[in-house]
């Protein structure tokens, strides 16, 4: 019977392989919106994880950076500078803007950087200078690319006109990219003086981050101080968060799809095989005999076309980091397992369609001509 | 040994309600002796696929009992049923119903797996089936390769693999061409003498008549007893072969007239131009 139910699965290649290929593709509609979502999501964070201080010294009541604002005075700085364990400390300004370039439009986030700065700028260069001075600009390789601007070309950053002198990898995202100008500029932007954003804080070696931060809060007043790995993870919830729903409801929409893509596939699979179940029944074959087959060939299906699915997926990935640079996409372990889960449900869910239709199978079937 | 295979009493399957009730089998008993090639004849629908569905226990009728060498199917429950087929009754369809995914040998050997010893003790009958009913080159052919009387051929020995002591046919040779059919007959006729089992078959065939023990003739659900004279020959207007008016399949009525064919290809042929083939 097991031989019976692969081979009868098999025994139509080109049936077999569309209908996988389709619940595959429903299936991707699960993977991709997830991965989509966690790759942008990624990016919205790259700025903290990738400057990396040991600890983040901002206004109180302020916890991250995505769509917040922060303004300590100035004088905090040398406060903080004066806290035992403290190494180095680095100002930075920080507002959320658009970016015009070309005639298109980019959410960015605008950070403000002093002459001299060790640690607060692009991490990794295409090509120009890292250090924008006045009325200069730093901004990503890719926004350059899709909005066609080159080196030394303008563009306005919160209705000012700034000169590209460097373009920076990996802080472009389609929700926010990142453009670095001087502090001067950005302090003349926000109408600001005597305040800071944000400190960069490098702590002693040895000294452990989360009781410098501790020290910080209580030696300087109203100013919140986080450890940088509290910081990002406070920035990703917010991304994930402003991004739940809309994934959520793509994810049920997928899901549904997925699984009326499945039972339909499936039905249309076991609608051809009617006349063998009643063959099945009229030579004597049980019920629990033709439910496991039943079972066994949903459950095929499925991971077939599962499997599918992620090499799609993989495919997809590569394809959009060749094409489309520009959508970023993350497949985490966790998201393919998740698809895996949601997948095998589908298929039990599923496989209830062929238990009925081959119940239904009536064996007087055989009897036709 | 028992030696009344099947004994049916009271006989009655209807189908639908009200106005809209047919009495597709109607108060039929038989009883039916180990070795025996029994046939059922009678006009198109008149319950003969109803009866034989009945007798394997694949329909269960409205009224009535049937006892298959002494355990009365009637009284089981669906769920056992189906092992009750697997072992005591072979079936043969005019479809063929082969499983189109296996090889010929895989689908003799499938209903093995139903009874005791599986594949592994049924080999060697297996082999001998094969050998017996010519199959040996085509062995490991898959059934959309072989012709229409190879298939009856293979349908015939997945009927026999188990040694049911019943086996229900249900116009085994209706899709086959005459020589096909004959050697079919053959077969079926060679089986009860050899194997001792009863052969219960619906058939157009008037051939066969003669070699079989027995032959039970429907109409309108009911046995009845046959015309006293056996056929009534006709001449197909087409071809102007013989046909028996009784049996016919293929009729029609024209200008008030009932024609009788011997196939639809002829009927077909005097569909494009009646005029022609009558001679008023
Ligand atoms: N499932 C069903 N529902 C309703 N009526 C049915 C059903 N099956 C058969 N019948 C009716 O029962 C009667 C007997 O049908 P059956 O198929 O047994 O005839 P038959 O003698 O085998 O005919 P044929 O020689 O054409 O195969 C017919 O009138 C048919 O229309
Ligand atoms: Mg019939």
Known sequence: MFRWTIKSLVSEPLNFFLTSLVVGIALLLVIFFEAVFHGESQKIIAYPQNINPDVWVMQRGVFNMHMATSFIWDWKKDRVEEVEGVADVTPILYLNSIVEAGSRHWFSFVVGLKQGNKRAGPWSMATGSSHPGKGEAIIPELLGMIANVMLGDTIRIANKTFTIVGFSKDTFSMANSIAFISYADLRDIMSLSGSDSYLLVDAEPGVDPSLLAQRIKENVSKVNALTSAEFIKNDRELALQMGVELIGIMTIVGTCLAVSLVIFMLYMFMEKRRRDIAILKALGFGKFAIISSAIIQAFCITMTGLVTAVILMYTADFLTDAFYPQVSMLITPESLMRVGLVSLLIAVFASLIPICQTMKVDPLLAFQR | ?280
């Not at chain 2, 899709?175 to 003498?193: K, T, Y």
């Not at chain 2, 066969?208 to 009845?224: C, F, N, Y």
């Not at chain 2, 197909?236 to 008016?245: A, Q, S, T």
């Open chain 2, 1 to 280: 040994m028992v030696n009344k295979i099947l004994i049916a009493e009271n006989l009655t399957r209807e189908y639908g309600s009200g106005r809209a009730l047919v009495r597709a089998v109607d108060n039929v008993s038989m009883t039916v002796l180990r070795g025996q090639l029994v046939l059922i004849m009678g006009p198109s629908g008149s319950g003969k696929t109803t009866l034989l569905s009945m007798l394997g226990g694949l329909l269960r009728p409205t009224e009535g009992k049937i006892m298959i060498s002494d355990t009365e199917i009637t009284k089981l429950d669906e769920s056992v049923l189906p092992s009750i087929r697997a072992r005591k009754v072979g079936f043969i369809f005019q479809g063929f119903n082969l499983l189109d995914a296996l090889t010929v040998e895989e689908n003799i050997l499938f209903p093995t797996q139903l009874v005791a010893g599986g594949i592994n003790a049924k080999r060697a009958r297996a082999n001998e089936l094969i050998e017996r009913l010519d199959l040996s080159s085509r062995r490991k052919s898959l059934p959309r390769t072989l012709s229409g009387g190879e298939k009856q051929r293979v349908a015939i020995a997945r009927a026999l693999i188990n040694s049911p002591p019943l086996i229900l046919a249900d116009e085994p040779t209706g899709n086959l061409d005459s020589h096909n059919g004959q050697e079919v007959m053959m077969i079926l006729q060679n089986i009860v003498n050899d194997e001792e089992c009863t052969v219960i078959m619906v058939t157009h065939d008037p051939r066969v008549e003669d070699i079989s023990d027995r032959i039970l003739w429907l109409e309108d659900g009911a046995l009845r007893n046959r015309k006293t004279e056996l056929h009534s020959w006709v001449k197909d207007p087409v071809c102007g072969m013989r046909v028996d008016e009784w049996t016919a399949e293929v009729f029609m009525e024209y200008r008030g007239k009932r024609y009788v064919f011997c196939s639809y290809r002829c009927q077909e042929k005097f569909k494009i131009g009646p005029t022609k083939y009558i001679t008023s």
